[in-house]
């Protein structure tokens, strides 16, 4: 027996929200993550500036492999990015306009 078009819809919608769901919790981990680092980051440069005000000097800091670190931060994925007023499709075709 062949399925139905109302089957057969409920299977792509189920692996879309499924997919969208991944999605979703690998982008809050990227968040959680990224919130951490900055965090530590702070509290490095804060230490860091401590230490020069103790006495150490950038070349002593240096030579046991604390030298700073330049921040590197990306502001935006590469590619395309879609504005508000554009309207982006999918492979299927199906316009993802709201």
């Known amino acids: 027996m062949t399925k139905s078009v109302?089957?057969?819809v409920?299977?792509?919608v189920a692996a879309k929200i499924t997919a969208g769901e991944a999605l979703q919790?690998?982008?809050?981990e990227v968040e959680r993550i990224q919130a951490s680092l900055n965090e530590a980051e702070s509290e490095a440069t804060k230490a860091r500036r401590a230490a020069l005000k103790?006495?150490?000097t950038e070349n002593e800091l240096k030579s046991l492999?604390?030298?700073g670190r330049p921040r590197t931060r990306r502001t935006a994925p590469?590619?395309?990015?879609v504005r508000n007023n554009e309207s982006e499709s999918?492979?299927?075709g199906v316009s993802n306009d709201a």
């Open 54 to 56: 103790a006495g150490w």
């Open 10 to 12: 409920h299977e792509q």
């Open 65 to 67: 492999g604390l030298a």
């Open 78 to 81: 590469a590619g395309r990015t």
């Open 25 to 28: 919790e690998a982008v809050i």
């Open 90 to 92: 999918s492979d299927d």
């Open 6 to 8: 109302q089957e057969l």
